[in-house]
């Protein structure tokens, strides 16, 4: 109940406009996105990859509803691409994009056609795209784009959410050499034909997704920041005889940064998914939602304590 209210407040215009003037909500908000500008973005990618981390990089708008802002934000990433290569971080920076913040909503072709331009500029600066996976009304939409951008970007990274009922066919369709592959629960609001909405299940179904990807071929991406969930890939990485540079996890900025300092100690791979820019609300509400904790700091917050 909790979550289903934040997350249909996330999509509220009356809630944003409260949420975003509320005095003390740019304190909080800083907890979790990094700035809101290229400058913002390449300072924490600096210090985070300075500490042997890798980062993904998410300019945040999404849900575009007309073309100027759509190719306003392509540009937007293109720049940051060009700043990224310009300052040698490509080795350790990706950006990560949402195909509705470059015209998915409008055109499916209007967003490949961004999407091939970013990827584009990605290859210039020695790095890579990861397509975010977004509402499951898109997820057909956003997979066809992923497909159609391998052709010319084969290492253009998927997303899988594993509270989608089809995650498993999902995975096992994308398991193969080179392929690189995130999995992650599913931060969005999706009904009970399409979706587990209990914890139970969707965990469970992470644990099958997790086990289909550590023993293909590809790239597994393990997007979460759940104890049992991480200790388990683990073990699936020793089961897989994986070496560490065959898989990684990922976590948010601002989300258990000692356990992602802990893991990288330990030789793994980790990334950091650093979001900016100034449209912030969406992703900050899909942040509340996930844990009643981060929604009393919030509260806390607002009440000046
Ligand atoms: P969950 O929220 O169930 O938390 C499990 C446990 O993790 C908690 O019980 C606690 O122990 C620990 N934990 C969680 N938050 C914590 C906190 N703030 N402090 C301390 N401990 C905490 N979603 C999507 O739909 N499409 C996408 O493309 C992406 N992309 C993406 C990239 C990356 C890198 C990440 C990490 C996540 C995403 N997500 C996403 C979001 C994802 O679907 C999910 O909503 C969040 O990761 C939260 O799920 P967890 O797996 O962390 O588990």
């Known amino acids: 109940m909790f979550r289903q209210a934040l997350l249909a407040a996330s999509r509220s215009g009356g809630a944003r406009r409260v949420v975003e003037t509320a005095p003390f909500t740019r304190d909080v908000v800083r907890r979790f996105i990094a700035g809101e500008t290229i400058e913002d973005a390449a300072r924490v990618t600096e210090a985070l990859t300075g500490e042997g981390l890798h980062v993904s990089l998410d300019v945040l708008g999404e849900d575009v509803q007309d073309k100027g802002q759509a190719e ?8 940051l691409l060009d700043r990224l290569g310009r300052a040698g971080l ?5 950006v990560s994009v949402k195909l509705s913040a470059i015209g998915q909503t409008l055109a499916e072709d209007l967003a490949l056609d961004g999407a091939r331009r970013i990827c584009g500029a990605a290859r210039s600066a020695g790095t890579t795209v990861t397509v975010d996976m977004e509402d499951h009304t898109t997820v057909d939409s956003t997979l066809r784009t992923v497909h159609e951008l391998r052709r010319d970007f084969p290492d253009t990274g ?10 498993e066919e999902h995975c096992a369709e994308l398991a193969f050499e080179g392929s690189r592959v995130r999995l992650c629960k599913g931060a969005y609001a999706a009904p009970e034909p399409v979706a587990f909405t209990g914890k139970e299940d969707i965990d469970k179904s992470f644990v099958r997704c997790m086990k289909i990807l550590m023993a293909g071929k590809g790239y597994p991406m393990l997007a979460t920041h759940d104890p049992r969930l ?6 699936l990485a020793v089961l897989n005889e994986r070496d560490p540079d065959t898989f990684e996890y990922q976590m948010l ?20 998914y650093v979001a900016y820019g100034q449209e912030w609300y969406g992703y900050f509400m899909r942040r509340l939602a996930e ?3 981060n929604f009393r700091f919030f509260m806390r917050s607002l009440a000046g304590r």
């Open 72 to 79: 306003a934000n392509v540009t937007h990433y293109l720049g």
């Open 90 to 94: 490509g080795a350790r920076a990706e």
């Open 158 to 167: 998927a997303v899988i959410q594993a509270y989608l009922r089809r995650a």
């Open 230 to 235: 991480i200790d388990i890939a683990g073990a």
């Open 253 to 272: 900025y601002g989300i258990r940064p000692q356990e992602q300092r802990r893991l990288a100690a330990q030789g793994a791979r980790v990334r950091v």
């Open 291 to 293: 844990r009643p904790a």
